[in-house]
């Protein structure tokens, strides 16, 4: 089965504090690509990060990082020092792979609010 | 900004009308992919156009139908529109790669 689950369905907190928005799994290929997408209440969806499955590399941008680890099927992203604009609703996705035609298969989605 | 445009923004209907929605793809890009996305939901896949071709399909009825034109530009097309036809579509499109698809702003359709 080809799925994506994001546990959390909304996480509260207060600006400053560092909060990590997990991301679980699951897909026969061996090759798949996975992503995140931020979705504002604009509604466009933001690409954020791309990722393929032989790359395991941790990767730091600014105030996000993504910890991708392929033992327990987790893509994790974490906002350091979180601020007001980073409230939106985010996104994992998976590409399984080159059969799939790039179709994207979505997690439900976890609403971050920042509060000030 | 990514370059993706979708019309119309907004669009209101009547349960067994049809409706045309409309999407430009980045400069550079020949694929095009349409989502649904229900409130409170994640995105649906409807299908995908590589080079005017259909390629790769969601599980939605055939009343959910596309174009994708020379220039890679994108129609979604439903007929006999239903009360749960009202979503966000989003429109994205992707390059060579089709590795990372970029999103439009999405056309809200409502149906009454």
């Known amino acids: 089965a080809q799925k994506v689950t994001q546990a959390q369905t909304e996480i509260s907190v207060v600006e400053k504090e560092d909060v990590t928005l997990d991301c679980v799994y699951e897909?026969?290929?061996?090759?798949?690509?996975l992503f995140w997408y931020k979705q504002p209440p604009s509604g466009e969806l933001v690409f954020l990060i791309r990722?393929?499955?032989?790359d395991e590399q941790n990767e730091i941008s600014g105030r996000y990082s993504w910890n991708f680890q392929k033992s327990t099927s987790s893509f994790n992203f974490t906002i350091t020092a979180s601020q007001v604009v980073d409230s939106a609703v985010y996104f994992c996705?998976?590409?399984?792979?080159?059969?799939?035609?790039?179709?994207?298969?979505w997690g439900a989605g976890t609403k971050l609010i920042i509060k000030p | 900004e990514t370059g993706v445009t979708q019309s119309p923004t907004h669009l209101i209907k009547t349960r067994g009308q049809q409706v045309t929605l409309r999407c430009s793809s980045q400069?550079?890009?020949?694929?095009v992919s349409w989502y649904q996305q229900a409130l409170g939901q994640g995105p649906q896949f409807i299908f995908q156009?590589?080079?005017?071709?259909?390629?790769g399909r969601g599980n939605f009825p055939p009343r959910f139908s596309g174009l994708q034109f020379p220039n890679y530009s994108s129609e979604l097309n439903v007929n006999a529109l239903e009360l749960d036809d009202s979503a966000l579509y989003l429109c994205?499109?992707?390059?060579?790669?089709?590795?990372?698809?970029?999103f439009g702003p999405g056309t809200r359709l409502l149906v009454l």
């Open positions: 897909t026969r290929d061996t090759t798949y690509y």
């Open positions: 994205a499109s992707s390059g060579l790669t089709q590795e990372t698809q970029y």
């Open positions: 990722r393929n499955s032989f």
């Open positions: 156009y590589y080079r005017e071709e259909e390629n």
């Open positions: 996705a998976l590409t399984p792979g080159v059969d799939s035609n790039y179709q994207l298969i």
């Open positions: 400069s550079g890009h020949n694929t």
